[in-house]
C-alpha cells in the first residue's frame, strides 16, 4: 500500500514538471512578436448579382485573387495549350460520330452541311465583296 502512494506521488510529481515545462515553453512562443501578414487593401462590394449570398460568395473571390495563380501559375494565352490539354487537335483527327439513322435527329445531325456552307460563304462574298 505504501508502494502505491509513493508511486503516485512520484507520477503526480514527474507530470507536474513536465506541464511547467510545457507552460514555459507555450509562453515563451507567445511573447515572441509574430510576423504579421500584409494586409489586404478593403475593396467596396459590387454587384454581380441580385442573390445576396452569391453576390457574396463572387465578391470573396474577385477579391481573393487565389484563383488567379491556380495550378502553379497565372494562365495566359501562352499557356493555353495546357489548359486545353489537345483536346481540339485530337477532335479534328477522330472520325465524327454518327447517330443511328432510327433517331428522328439523325437527318439533322448526319446531314453532310458542306455545301451549305460553300453557298454561305459565297453569298457573304457578294454581299460584303471579300
Known amino acids: ?19 511547467a515545462m510545457a507552460i514555459k515553453e507555450v509562453i515563451t512562443e507567445l511573447k515572441q ?12 462590394k459590387k454587384n454581380f448579382s441580385k442573390n445576396s449570398v452569391l453576390n457574396d460568395v463572387l465578391n470573396e473571390t474577385a477579391t481573393d485573387g487565389d484563383w488567379k495563380t491556380l495550378g502553379g501559375g497565372e494562365f495566359t494565352s501562352d499557356r493555353m495549350n495546357e489548359l486545353v ?5 485530337d477532335m479534328m483527327k477522330s472520325t465524327p460520330q454518327q447517330v443511328p439513322s432510327s433517331d428522328p435527329m439523325s437527318q439533322f445531325v448526319n446531314k453532310d452541311y458542306r455545301e451549305v456552307l460553300k453557298r454561305t460563304e ?4 457578294q454581299k460584303y465583296g471579300k
Open 1 to 19: 500500500m505504501k508502494k502505491k502512494k509513493t508511486t503516485r506521488q512520484i507520477i503526480r510529481q514527474i507530470v507536474r514538471e513536465e506541464v
Open 33 to 44: 512578436p509574430t510576423e504579421s501578414q500584409p494586409t489586404k487593401p478593403i475593396q467596396e
Open 85 to 89: 490539354g489537345g483536346q481540339y487537335g
Open 122 to 125: 459565297e453569298k457573304q462574298q
